[in-house]
């Protein structure tokens, strides 16, 4: 790579972890540098710059040298002002958060929902690279969505395009953590797949993760460890959830009839060899038919660099 070239930094800002990326306008991975998130720790600036500083060092570059900085967060953020609304499963002491990063480093800044970024890198360098409409589905402790529409990320007129997560599958439902009833988070997430294993466990069945059913959550890879040693419970519970995740699918198709969904994520990473025909089969099976058959259904190619390649996208690196 030419010393030259034009260098974005990419910031995926989760849960457990904050992922910085330094990029190239062609999307190559120049650093990057993985730092644990302290919900109880500093103020979410200072561990965010902290891994943005990181980065930087680690390609022996300074700020002043790159064109700009792109922060990917999860829950609602405002497209025209960057600032954040309701954040799950993170504790932010600072709503105007942008602001405080634009104060502190010279070079453009923006603040963008984290799966709207990661749909957005998926048809920039991944699955989605040839595909005219897009919807991503990403399924981890929530779940998550983004649309893309000829290269062009769309997030409605109130920044709620995407939040695939709180379509409401069933009336009065379970209740889900934005306080509504029956949405589809509710039911396919990890955190509603755990839900239900717990609950089975707790009437007596028996499963192989019961070891790890007290305490810290299941992981991914625990369910699929689960499903490859023929649990019982845990293959009853996840063949739910991609019932319920095809339902999900369906439900975008009749609205958008996209080219393809993108399914990422966690449980996907994780279960996907499980879970995708499960799901691609139910669609194919659905009695509405479109004029032809062209929809498709692919995982993510980019895994755990998605949301912080979409954020470095947000300054400036894309085709749109």
């Known amino acids: 790579m030419a010393g030259d070239e034009q260098r974005f930094v990419g910031v995926d800002v989760g849960g457990t972890k904050i992922l910085a990326l330094v990029v190239s306008a062609s999307g190559e991975v120049i650093a990057r540098k ?22 930087l060092e680690s390609d022996s570059v300074s700020v002043d040298q790159v064109s700009g900085i792109g922060v990917a967060m999860p829950g609602a953020v405002d497209s025209t002002t960057g600032y954040l609304g309701s954040v799950p ?32 890198a998926e048809c920039w360098l991944g699955a989605g690279r040839d595909a ?74 028996e499963s192989t993760i019961a070891r790890g059913a007290e305490g810290e959550r299941m992981k991914s890879r625990a369910l699929s460890d689960a499903l490859a040693a023929g649990d019982e419970l845990v293959t009853e519970v996840m063949t739910r959830a991609s019932h319920y995740l095809a339902l999900g699918v369906l439900t975008i198709r009749h609205v958008l009839d996209p080219d393809m969904v993108i399914m990422g994520g966690g449980v996907i990473e994780a279960c996907g060899e499980f879970m995708l025909p499960l799901i691609e089969a139910e669609v194919r099976a659905s009695c509405m038919r479109g004029s032809r ?28």
């Open 34 to 55: 993985k730092r644990t998130t302290d919900n109880d720790g500093p103020p979410m600036v200072e561990q965010i710059s902290r891994a943005i500083d990181a980065a």
């Open 89 to 120: 499963n993170l504790k932010v002491d600072d709503h105007r958060l942008v602001d405080r990063l634009r104060e502190r480093y010279p070079v453009p800044v923006e603040v963008g929902n984290d799966v709207n970024l990661g749909t957005l």
């Open 293 to 320: 058959d062209t929809l498709r259904i692919t995982q993510s190619e980019l895994g755990d660099y998605a949301v912080a390649l979409g954020a470095a996208a947000l300054v400036g690196p894309t085709m749109s």
């Open 132 to 205: 005219q409409t897009v919807v991503g589905m990403f399924v981890g402790t929530g779940i998550g969505g983004g649309v893309v529409i000829d290269g062009r990320l769309r997030t409605g007129a109130e920044d709620l395009a995407g939040e695939i997560g709180h379509m409401v599958l069933t009336a009065d439902g379970p209740q889900c953590g934005c306080g509504n009833r029956g949405c589809f988070e509710a039911l396919a997430s990890r955190t509603a797949i755990e839900a239900a294993i717990r609950d089975g466990i707790a009437a007596g069945r």
